[in-house]
């Protein structure tokens, strides 16, 4: 069986950092983004050095919607093709209710929901530019299920993903796009 190529958004720490790590050690070529340049380049030597594979990098602010595609396009010219995006960039902006910082949680709701939203669309453009068939991978949190105290806004976020990838997952099969939601740290699975 043929090594998957994978692009994980949010790569520059945490699960992101994590989940590229799982990948390389699977063999999996790989095509990080994320703000933190500077940080992927060095998760990107340390993985090509630690398990011989191919790692892309690049800049992305998922919130500059205009210029998702264009840069998965780039990583997938690079790689050969991508087989699985995996939505993971997002924040956590914790507040008291009524301190006045809807702020707050207008970033989180724009990176968590409507980045992701726009990361799956161009994903989708991307595996139709390759001829088909993908794998939209979205990371939720086990917070969509049991809210956390004084983040309402990021629990919230992660119950509007799970809702949305579940809710496309039937119009994306007939476009053979697989499409998963994961929930760390409450449900284990299988993610490639």
Excluded at 117 to 141: K, P, V
Excluded at 145 to 160: D, E, H, M, R
């Amino acid at each position: 069986m043929p090594k998957k190529t994978v692009l994980i958004t949010g790569a520059s720490s945490g699960l992101g950092e994590a989940l590229a790590t799982y990948c390389a050690q699977q063999g999996c070529a790989l095509a990080l983004v994320a703000r933190r340049l500077d940080q992927l380049e060095v998760l990107a030597e340390k993985l090509r050095d630690q398990y011989r594979v191919q790692v892309e990098v690049a800049y992305l602010d998922v919130t500059e919607h205009d210029k998702i595609l264009p840069i998965f396009m780039g990583l997938s010219d690079l790689l050969g093709r991508i087989d699985t995006v995996v939505i993971n960039a997002g924040i956590l902006k914790t507040r008291r209710l009524a301190d006045e910082r809807l702020d707050k949680d207008i970033a989180v709701f724009n990176t968590n929901v409507i980045a992701a939203i726009a990361c799956a669309d161009a994903a989708q453009h991307m595996f139709n530019f390759q001829g088909g068939r993908g794998h939209i991978i979205a990371i939720s949190s086990y917070s969509a299920l049991l809210g956390l105290p004084q983040a309402a806004a990021y629990s919230a976020s992660k119950a509007a993903i799970a809702s949305y990838f579940n809710t496309i997952r039937g119009a994306l099969e007939k476009r053979q796009i697989k499409t998963s939601v994961v929930y760390p740290g409450f449900v284990k699975t299988d993610l490639l």
